[in-house]
């Protein structure tokens, strides 16, 4: 079956230092990688899409600069959240999907949080 | 604003009884619309989806109604056990979009024995 595992599962960071997430599909080929942030009483905002072969495609409010992604292969794909603050805590997931379809396969998240 | 809402942030109903989550959209260009359900410290898991070429599809217990003049889609929960007690997720994206997936603010549902 399709999963898809994401390291670390929490991490805490001081404000101002980054912290880098990896997520790993198994099972599958994760043509696209979604990046999503659900931060304290919030639903899960959209930071980035990242399709191989494409431009990482960065949603309103949310930039490269900010939020670096890496997706080299059709099963790996990684986000640096740089200078963390605050307002960056929250639980970070990764959706993969493969081919033109539509379901998304999610990993577990990696909690953040910022001291 | 919110492209996909849910009006509820919390809904309780009796073990074996009949439940409606609902979700409303914006973008008329959404032609995918699905619900997650979501255990705390898991992933979300997709539970049922429907594309727009149909208005309802069934699977087991659980059937989703889409309302495309009226943006509105809803999730249909019958004979309710304390197993579906989770926060449910509904999910909408425009596969011109590159089909990236838009989530409500997600119902918290107890079912009680």
């Known amino acids: 079956g399709a999963l898809v595992y994401q390291y670390p599962r929490r991490t805490i960071c001081k404000s101002g230092t980054s912290m880098r997430m990896e997520c790993q599909a198994v099972?599958?080929?994760?043509?696209?990688v979604a990046w999503y942030r659900q931060s304290p009483q919030k639903t899960f905002e959209l930071i980035a899409l990242s399709t191989v072969n494409s431009a990482i495609k960065y949603e309103q409010n949310f930039t490269q600069e900010k939020f670096p992604i890496s997706h080299p292969n059709l099963s790996f794909s990684s986000m640096t959240v740089l200078n963390a603050y605050l307002e960056d805590r929250g639980l970070y997931l990764c959706?993969?999907?493969?081919?033109?379809?539509?379901?998304?396969?999610f990993g577990p998240g990696t909690r953040l949080t910022v001291l | 604003g919110q492209q996909v809402k849910q009006s509820s942030p919390s809904l309780t109903v009796q073990e074996g009884g009949i439940l409606i989550l609902n979700c409303d959209y914006e973008?008329?260009?959404?032609?995918?619309f699905a619900w997650y359900k979501k255990y705390p410290d898991n992933s979300p898991t997709l539970l049922i989806s429907?594309?727009?070429?149909?208005d309802k599809r069934e699977d087991g217990r659980f059937t989703v109604f889409l309302n495309k003049s009226g943006k509105h889609f809803s999730l249909h929960i019958t004979a309710s056990q304390p197993e579906d007690t989770a926060v449910y997720l509904c999910a909408a994206a425009n596969q011109g979009g590159s089909a990236k997936l838009i989530f409500g603010e997600g119902t918290k549902l107890t079912v009680s024995s």
């Open positions: 099972g599958f080929q994760a043509t696209s």
């Open positions: 959706g993969a999907r493969t081919g033109g379809g539509y379901e998304q396969y």
């Open positions: 429907v594309r727009s070429n149909v």
């Open positions: 973008n008329d260009m959404f032609d995918y």
